[in-house]
């Protein structure tokens, strides 16, 4: 089975802004490969001037927003380094059991590869001048900010336009819609870096050696 890939923009970001922004990629991926009976619910980002859609159900926001929490933590405990989340659709297939296989096979036919650099920007505060004069560097760290979210938001509507470009685009490698209930036709996971750095992309090299295609971690 073909399995396309889609690697997403870097986002340059701060640790306040992951959840929100997080939320706001994978919902947008997520309702547009629903394919199912879905309640569309507009969201209003509080940081950005961005409306996205949600599919309105419940079990499904809590499970986005427990995915972005274990990532979060991942973060807090690497700091300063990229890092990757990856939304996974595939099929379930019954194989022959074996001695060394289960009797279950997924197989992937489309991943996103959401890409983040979060900074760690230090609080700022009042400092004293060689004449004792305290400098309060306020006024221009919120400049500096504001700068800094105007860009993270124009590359944030990048990232959107580039989902809805390639769902537009990539069809043919959608799989027939299974009898599944609730909005989301397929199963789909939602990985985050291991607590290991290298055991992320050595199980997924596993998984490519095995089945010729790329796969993505249970």
């Known amino acids: 089975m073909n399995c396309e890939v889609?690697?997403?923009?870097?986002?340059?970001?701060?640790?306040?802004?992951?959840?929100?922004?997080l939320r706001c990629i994978l919902h947008t991926i997520v309702f547009h490969r629903a394919l199912g009976l879905v309640?569309?619910?507009?969201?209003?980002?509080?940081?950005?001037?961005?409306?996205?859609?949600?599919?309105g159900e419940l079990e499904l926001e809590k499970k986005i927003d427990?995915?972005?929490?274990?990532?979060?933590?991942?973060?807090?405990?690497?700091?300063?380094?990229?890092?990757?989340?990856?939304?996974?659709?595939?099929?379930?297939k019954n194989k022959q059991a074996?001695?060394?296989?289960?009797?279950?096979?997924?197989?992937?036919w489309e991943q996103w590869y959401i890409n983040l650099n979060v900074s760690q920007h230090?609080?700022?505060?009042?400092?004293?001048?060689?004449?004792?004069?305290?400098?309060?560097?306020?006024?221009?760290?919120?400049?500096?900010?504001?700068?800094?979210?105007?860009?993270?938001?124009?590359?944030?509507?990048?990232?959107?336009?580039?989902?809805?470009?390639?769902?537009?685009?990539?069809?043919?490698?959608v799989p027939p819609i299974p009898n599944i209930e609730g909005p989301v036709s397929f199963p789909y996971e939602i990985t985050i870096p291991s607590s290991s750095d290298s055991a992320f992309g050595m199980d997924m090299l596993k998984r490519m050696l095995q089945t010729g295609h790329p796969t993505m971690l249970s």
């Not at 889609?6 to 922004?21: G, S």
């Not at 507009?42 to 961005?50: Q, R």
């Not at 609080?123 to 105007?150: C, M, Q």
């Open 66 to 92: 427990e995915k972005i929490e274990q990532f979060v933590c991942w973060v807090e405990k690497h700091p300063n380094k990229k890092s990757q989340i990856c939304l996974s659709f595939y099929e379930v």
């Open 122 to 173: 230090p609080k700022a505060h009042s400092i004293k001048s060689h004449h004792s004069k305290v400098v309060d560097p306020g006024e221009g760290a919120l400049e500096d900010r504001n700068v800094r979210s105007a860009a993270l938001e124009a590359s944030l509507r990048d990232v959107l336009f580039q989902i809805i470009k390639f769902v537009n685009e990539k069809k043919d490698h």
């Open 98 to 108: 074996s001695w060394f296989s289960n009797k279950v096979e997924r197989l992937y």
């Open 39 to 55: 309640r569309p619910k507009d969201v209003d980002m509080e940081l950005f001037d961005i409306t996205y859609v949600q599919c």
């Open 6 to 21: 889609c690697q997403l923009k870097d986002l340059e970001l701060e640790h306040f802004e992951m959840r929100e922004v």
